[in-house]
């Protein structure tokens, strides 16, 4: 085998370390992110009613409550407004109203 060719191998083993090592740090920080994301529920008071706050409050709050939908109040922003469908459902984040 000449040097050329023993530089060549060497170098192929070192990007075949180096990728693998790429992989596993990527896989290594989704998973911890993921177990975070996870490990923590939601919390109404904490998580949802400062958006709900400072973002609806105007139109669906204690003094007015637009289409009959009040969300200062967890159980009546899961109740709904008028219309009869629920405005939030816990869990699918996906369902918007």
């Known amino acids: 085998m000449s040097v050329g060719g023993q530089n060549a191998k060497s170098g192929r083993l070192c990007r075949g370390w180096y990728h693998l090592t790429l992989v596993l740090l990527v896989f290594f920080i989704v998973s911890r992110l993921s177990a975070q994301t996870e490990s923590r529920r939601v919390d109404f008071m904490k998580d949802i009613q400062p958006i709900l706050s400072s ?3 105007l139109c669906h709050g204690p ?3 637009m289409a009959g939908l009040r ?3 967890r159980e009546s922003a899961l109740k709904g407004g008028n219309s009869g469908q629920k405005a939030i459902v816990p869990g699918d984040a996906a369902h918007v109203a």
Do not use: A, K, M, P
């Open 55 to 57: 973002r609806c409050y």
């Open 63 to 65: 003094g007015t409550q």
């Open 71 to 73: 969300l200062d109040f």
